[in-house]
């Protein structure tokens, strides 16, 4: 019986060596899936403006043309964001002055054409922001915790939705965006020296 013990044995550590190995498979999986989403992201960054680009200080113009090129803008700029790992991202970041950006509200993509704060709540909180043009930047900014904003969808319908944090604080920084607008201007002085540095073009050891 101890033989018959000692071979159960053996199928149980045959058994646990099959598990290590497919743990150890599992465990490469899922770091190859991260580094691919980290490419990706990386990739997105790199087709989305950086701080310096002038076109970031840039007044949109109003969309006056609803056609396939707009379907086609909103298409991609949904796409970088999401593979940016974003939540929003207004076209003025893709070097494109329309005044159009996409953003995430509850799950759900959503896009915004010619958008208006047509309302704000006097209640209002600091909270820290990042943006996908401002790498490695978290700043606080005070927005408005309830806004209504109204615009048009990429067929000319309208559009009006009443926003709580945190869409209603997404919405107001795409919109600032689109007037040129940038975190680092809405943030206290020490918040904003901090961000600067970490901004400003980093010297290269060696260089003349």
């Not at 960054?45 to 113009?61: H, N, P, T």
């Not at 700029?77 to 509200?105: I, N, P, S």
């Not at 009006?160 to 945190?166: F, I, V």
């Not at 869409?167 to 809405?186: A, C, F, K, P, T």
Request: charged share 35%.
């Amino acid at each position: 019986m101890a033989h018959d013990h000692h071979d159960h044995d053996h199928e149980h550590d045959e058994h646990d060596h099959d598990h290590d190995e497919h743990d150890h498979e599992h465990e490469h999986e899922e770091d190859a899936e991260q580094l691919e989403r980290e490419a990706r992201r990386l990739l997105a960054l790199s087709r989305i403006r950086q701080y310096g680009d002038s076109v970031l200080r840039m007044k949109a113009r109003e969309v006056e043309t609803f056609d396939d090129d707009l379907e086609r803008l909103v298409e991609r700029m949904t796409g970088l964001m999401h593979e940016a790992h974003g939540v929003g991202l207004a076209a003025t970041q893709v070097g494109v002055l329309r005044r159009v950006f996409v953003f995430v509200d509850e799950g759900e993509d959503r896009v915004l054409v010619n958008p208006v704060i047509t309302a704000s709540s006097k209640e209002s909180e600091v909270d820290e922001e990042g943006c996908l043009s401002l790498r490695d930047v978290l700043v606080p900014v005070e927005r408005a915790q309830k806004v209504t904003i109204e615009g048009v969808d990429t067929k000319g319908e309208p559009v009006k939705l009443e926003l709580e944090a945190p869409s209603s604080r997404v919405v107001q920084h795409e919109l600032d965006h689109l007037d040129g607008i940038l975190i680092i201007d809405r943030t206290d002085d020490d918040s904003r020296r901090t961000a600067l540095g970490r901004l400003r073009p980093q010297p290269v050891l060696g260089a003349r």
